[in-house]
């Protein structure tokens, strides 16, 4: 089963900071293009970031300077560490990668939850 599995999720105060992993598994070619995104109650899906297998990072404005992404190509997994976090980061952030499997093809994960209290 090829499936990504998202970590690290949790509550946290404002200004704390938490990391956030996902592991790419299965029968899986490859793993390429992986990256972030959320989603708040009421509100749409949104781009956190995003990681290219070179190391080529992009990030949303909201988030640039405060988090960062990361991966561990052998290990298949990407990373999110965010610090200084802000009541309104709290969302369910989705991992989410383009796998070769039988071609390429988008993969999420089910999400996992962070809330931060103010």
């Known amino acids: 089963q090829v499936q990504l599995v998202e970590s690290g999720g949790g509550l946290v105060q404002a200004g704390g900071s938490l990391r956030l992993s996902c592991a790419a598994s299965g029968s899986i070619f490859s793993v390429n293009g992986m990256g972030w995104y959320r989603q708040a109650p009421g509100k749409q899906r949104e781009l956190v970031a995003t990681?290219?297998?070179?190391?080529?990072?992009n990030y949303a404005d909201f988030v640039k300077g405060r988090f960062t992404i990361s991966r561990d190509n052998a290990k298949n997994t990407v990373y999110l560490q965010m610090s200084s976090l802000k009541p309104e980061d709290t969302a369910v952030y989705y991992c989410?990668?383009?796998?070769?499997?039988?071609?390429?093809?988008?993969?999420w994960g089910q999400g996992t939850q962070v809330t931060v209290s103010s």
């Open positions: 989410n990668a383009w796998l070769s499997v039988r071609g390429i093809k988008n993969y």
């Open positions: 990681i290219t297998t070179g190391g080529v990072t």
